[in-house]
């Protein structure tokens, strides 16, 4: 009898189980996330170029929550409790459908935050209770085979379950944004403080740091997938411009583009995110909850890229300037995020990271008055994609030492 065709006991893994690894499900669950990350960049990027900046902000920072949040609660759930039987597989399956259902009103959400009149994100939140009721479930499920962890399964449910409640009646009140946006701070509010509470006061989830780690490195670099898109949407716009075709300013995009991703790769790679949970568990709300700005970043500098090639083909109103700000700002968010969330984690405030971090907003800065003398966009974004490489060039000089220093006293 195989694993998968019985039901195995939900009484949580070991969370010091050696060799554990992201499932085959995991991974398949992920690709929904490359989805729904690409509409909203797409939509981002489709914002700004139409001069939309405020209202293609406010809603990407909504959608790209929405994303973060529905991947880190199974995420987490899963790296305590996946027994990869038959009902866990079923269970993640409802939950893919979920997300691509959320993904699919992700546009009809952007378009009404830029209308400013009522807010649309009925289906975004019909794929969230989608979602939210397959998880549910996988909870009910531990509540059940998991009696020493009941309390923590309690939380888990009745703050989720009153958190999709809120949400749906917002959904479905006439309200406009604004207002929309202010009465959704109560279930927020919610469901960032029901894990909190779990695991903080009644016993908490065995989850394992280094499955952790290693999942949330896979979204990154989901994210990261979104750079990989916008750059194919450059070389798209160029190459297939009967007046530019293979030009030098086409090769400069194409390094400046695959450059800066790769960059950003080797920055958050850079960093033993896995050592450090392990040695100090009671961080991973801060670790946590601070990747959703991570990966914000990440998606929102594809969509950057992807603002370039609209300009290539005339169809922003952006202008040069503002083209490259849309690739610099989120690519400085991203460093100074980094930086933020490794120095709070290790309780360090070190001077060399300052110095990294004043010569990283010194590049960008560069990039921008490069663009307002009227330097080539091509050229404008090389040099923001040098960014990186002033964290790479000093971790491999001297930053390696400072890590192992603080893992010492970590």
């Known amino acids: ?128 209770v989608v979602m939210r009721v397959a998880l549910c479930g996988q909870w009910l499920r531990a509540w059940r085979q998991d009696p020493a962890r009941r309390g923590a399964h309690q939380v888990y449910l009745i703050t989720i379950l009153t958190a999709q409640v809120l949400w749906c009646i917002i959904a479905i009140l006439p309200l406009d944004v ?14 960032l403080v029901g894990p909190f509470i779990a695991e903080r006061r009644f016993g908490g989830t065995p989850w394992h740091a280094d499955h952790i780690a290693e999942r949330y490195g896979l979204l990154t670099i989901i994210t990261l997938g979104e750079g990989v898109i916008g750059t194919v949407a450059v070389m798209s716009a160029i190459v297939h411009e009967p007046e530019l075709g293979w030009s030098l300013d086409a090769i400069l995009l194409l390094a400046a583009g695959i450059g800066l991703t790769f960059g950003q790769w080797w920055t958050y790679f850079i960093i033993p995110w896995a050592t450090m949970l392990e040695r100090h568990r009671d961080r991973s709300f801060l670790w946590g909850y601070g990747h959703i700005l991570v990966f914000a970043s990440i998606a929102a500098t594809g969509a950057g890229l992807h603002v370039a090639a609209y300009l290539l083909e005339h169809e922003s109103k952006l202008g040069e300037v503002g083209t490259v700000l849309s690739v610099a700002i989120p690519v400085g968010a991203y460093a100074l995020v980094l930086y933020l969330l490794y120095n709070s984690f290790m309780h360090v405030i070190d001077l060399f990271h300052i110095v990294l971090v004043v010569l ?43 890590i192992a220093d603080h893992l010492e006293t970590l």
């Open 360 to 402: 990283t907003v010194a590049v960008l800065i560069a990039s921008v008055l490069m663009a307002v003398a009227g330097v080539p966009v091509a050229w404008c974004l090389v040099v923001v994609a040098l960014t990186p490489v002033v964290t790479i060039v000093g971790y491999e000089v001297v930053g390696h030492r400072h």
């Open 178 to 191: 604004p207002t929309a946006f202010a009465a959704m701070l109560l279930p927020l509010v919610i469901e």
């Open 1 to 128: 009898m195989t694993a998968t065709s019985r039901l195995r006991q939900m009484t949580g893994r070991d969370p010091h189980e050696e060799h554990r690894t992201a499932t085959p499900l995991e991974l398949l669950f992920d690709l929904t996330f490359v989805v729904a990350f690409g509409v909203s960049g797409n939509e981002l990027a489709h914002q700004l170029a139409e001069g939309h900046v405020v209202a293609g902000i406010v809603a990407f920072c909504f959608a790209s929550f929405a994303i973060c949040w529905a991947w880190i609660n199974y995420s987490w759930m899963a790296s305590a409790y996946d027994t990869d039987d038959w009902a866990f597989r079923l269970l993640t399956m409802v939950q893919m459908v979920g997300v691509i259902i959320m993904a699919l009103g992700l546009p009809e959400m952007f378009e009404s935050v830029h209308e400013g009149h009522r807010l649309h994100n009925e289906i975004l939140i019909a794929g969230y």
